[in-house]
């Protein structure tokens, strides 16, 4: 067969010397780790399940587990550690790298810290952790009393019931998401270690910027806008730097882990998750 022939057959078969993806030589095993709410149910097995098994598709050994979305900051880090301790069992490696989502950049940190986790932490990476809080939480607690206990009855009942180890304390959980408890009691009581690199990513879209956001965000966004300038829907920027800044995502909270629901623009979440593995592998990870 002539090198055309042989060329238009592998056109019309696309077949590909190496059509599996890139594997990404990471050294460690990757734990993502999600924020606050129930986006599990939009997610059927967890928020971060979906990126997880891309990135083993690009053969990370990447864990997405899931801890009580409604609970407190302690209290999902205890969870977070027992989580841990099993991948480190089922892995065998000496640590992990953590990549944490909003609230989870939280119970990293007091993981890290408070629970004296950091010998099993290479590095933590947040994207979108409300570092200094956000305001959106006091507005939450604004509201009248009637409609926070009524709110806070439903959601308790579904946070209790979302694992076979959940519980669920709504209120103090927003209250530890205000910029008055961050900054004033979180952050002073847990300081980095100085063995963890400690990276963030912040994310835009909406009021303020060129990125579309999604409408369910919309409110949100622009009264926080209002109050802390740009941010993603949930978070400001100027709160989620934290460590060595690694940039701005022009996404807005939901869009940053994959959930489109009509949002548009054209951020890869897939793609942003891998290269972030990527540069990790490049530190010596």
Same mark, same amino acid.
Request: hydrophobic content about 40%.
């Given at each position: ?15 590909? *010397? ?6 990404? *030589?990471?050294?460690? *095993? ?63 490696? *000496? ?12 119970? #990293? ?50 946070? #209790? ?18 910029? #008055?408890? !961050? ?18 990513? +912040? +994310?835009?879209? +909406? ?22 300038? !740009? ?5 400001? !920027? ?12 022009? #996404? ?5 882990? +994959? ?27």
């Amino acid at each position: 067969m002539t090198h055309l022939a042989l060329t238009a057959v592998q056109r019309l078969t696309g077949l590909e *010397p190496f059509p599996q993806p890139p594997v990404i *030589p990471l050294r460690l *095993p990757v734990v993502l780790m999600h924020g606050f709410g129930l986006l599990a149910v939009i997610r059927r097995k967890g928020h971060l399940h979906d990126t997880a098994m891309h990135l083993r598709a690009h053969g990370v050994r990447a864990y997405a587990p899931n801890v009580a979305p409604y609970e407190t900051i302690a209290t999902r880090a205890a969870m977070w550690a027992e989580r841990i301790r099993h991948v480190l069992a089922e892995t065998g490696a *000496p640590k992990v790298h953590l990549i944490a989502h909003s609230m989870g950049g939280l119970d #990293a940190r007091y993981l890290i810290s408070r629970l004296g986790f950091h010998p099993h932490v290479a590095s933590l990476t947040t994207i979108a952790t409300p570092h200094r809080g956000t305001a959106i939480a006091d507005v939450v607690l604004q509201q009248p009393e009637r409609l926070r206990d009524w709110a806070a009855e439903i959601v308790d009942w579904l946070g #209790a019931n979302a694992l076979a180890d959940g519980t669920s304390n709504v209120r103090q959980a927003v209250h530890e998401l205000t910029p #008055a408890y !961050v900054e004033g009691t979180f952050n002073p009581s847990t300081p980095d270690h100085p063995d963890v690199r400690y990276a963030s990513y +912040g +994310g835009q879209a +909406g009021k303020g910027t060129s990125t579309p956001i999604n409408p369910f965000l919309k409110p949100l966004n622009v009264l926080l806008y209002h109050r802390q300038g !740009v941010n993603d829907g949930y978070v400001p !920027v100027s709160s989620a730097q934290w460590g060595t800044y690694r940039g701005t995502l022009e #996404a807005d909270h939901l869009r940053q882990i +994959g959930i489109q629901m009509g949002s548009g623009g054209s951020f890869d979440a897939g793609a942003f998750f891998a290269s972030l593995v990527r540069h990790l592998a490049a530190e010596g990870g």
